[in-house]
């Protein structure tokens, strides 16, 4: 179902709510969810209470992420990918970054409601996860948000990025598998996405291989693979494949979900699997000491009472920046 943001409700407690999420209440979920995406320091000391209370309920989901760009069919396609992994029997939890507007810092969400059947179905779970303009904000609260949806009993969790920026390499911190989709029949394929991306990804897959367009995406597909070869693997035991799919078509995406759970038996069995998540906790902590220092600095009434003038004397050129940001955190006793 897709998710609306819904209020903390006064008197519940961190058990109330730990109860609540492990039994897949989904109006506590998304209460727990608010929380975690509160900057109120009273949601957010309650919110890291829950999640100590329930990280032994996490970890076990797949994590998936997938990027590409505006276009591509991505919301289609995890649409049909998650109604087929439903039928089989799992619950599917979708977070969808969502590029949070610096000038009205809202939040565009109209992507998101394309993924209607899974959107509607009782095993599925939909949720924008802004970014507050910040890459900082998609490590803290998409990261916190997985936790939850893990400990409230989704087996598998998609994290669909907005295809441009630098989120996708964000997200790819923060998953097992990282897909990326592309497209044929656009010119030169491989100018269509960044060497970057291209080799940080676990598995490209060429969407909307249908109708007329199989041949194109058969061709572009041969070409990754080509790029493919002679770019090192991220890990000695995966070489990642190059498919063809159509979201739209439901074509592919049994092959594809195979692939994924192929690399995860691979990584688990090479122990890659728990290096990386190893790793990902530490990323997690380091983007929280982060998060939570620069909370610190505003919070300041020493650097609030400055920092009018320190940015006034930065805009009008009378302050070097560096000596900007060293004023600042001497006011704060660094």
């Known amino acids: ?42 949601h957010r000391r309650i919110a ?12 076990n989901a797949i994590r998936l992420g997938v990027t590409g ?21 799992h619950k599917v939890a979708v977070l969808a970054v969502d590029p949070t507007s610096k000038r009205t810092g ?24 802004p970014t507050s303009g910040t890459l900082g904000g998609v490590a803290r609260k998409t990261r916190e948000t997985m936790a939850l949806v893990e400990a409230a009993g989704f087996d598998v969790v998609i994290v669909e990025t907005v295809g441009v920026g630098q989120s996708e390499t964000t997200v790819a911190d923060m998953v097992d598998f990282f897909l990326v989709l592309l497209l ?11 060497k970057g991306i291209i080799e940080i990804a676990d598995m490209i897959a060429i969407n909307k291989a249908d109708g007329d367009n199989v041949v194109r995406a058969g061709a572009a597909a041969a070409e990754y693979r080509s790029a493919l070869s002679i770019l090192t693997p991220a890990n000695a035991t995966w070489k990642p494949p190059v498919v063809t799919i159509s979201g739209r078509g439901n074509i592919g995406l049994d092959d594809l979900w ?19 998540r190893r790793s990902q906790a530490l ?52």
Not at 49 to 58: D, G, H, Y
Not at 117 to 126: C, T, V
Not at 184 to 194: E, S, T, V
Request: net charge negative; proline share 6%; aromatic share 2%.
């Open 184 to 194: 044929a029949g656009g010119g030169d394929d491989l100018q269509g996405i960044k």
């Open 48 to 59: 890291q209470e829950l999640l100590q209370e329930l990280l032994p309920s996490t970890g």
């Open 283 to 334: 990323s997690w902590m380091q983007s929280l000491l982060e998060d939570r220092l620069m909370s610190v600095l505003r919070e300041s009434p020493r650097v609030a009472e400055a920092l009018p003038g320190i940015e006034a004397d930065v805009r009008e050129g009378r302050l070097l920046p560096t000596l900007a940001v060293d004023r600042i955190l001497g006011l704060m006793g660094f």
């Open 106 to 129: 809202g939040s565009i969400l109209g992507d998101k409601t394309r993924m209607t059947r899974l959107s509607q179905s009782p095993a599925g779970f939909i949720r924008p996860s």
């Open 69 to 89: 760009v505006p276009g591509v069919g991505k919301s289609t396609t995890i649409d049909q990918l998650g109604i087929n992994l439903i039928e089989a029997g």
């Open 1 to 42: 179902m897709l998710d609306r943001a819904t209020p903390p409700r006064a008197g519940m407690t961190v058990a109330d709510y730990a109860a609540g999420v492990r039994a897949g209440d989904r109006a506590t979920l998304a209460r727990a969810i608010t929380l975690v995406e509160s900057t109120k320091p009273e």
């Open 258 to 276: 195979t692939r994924i759970e192929e690399h995860r038996r691979v990584t688990l069995a090479s122990g890659e699997h728990a290096e990386r």
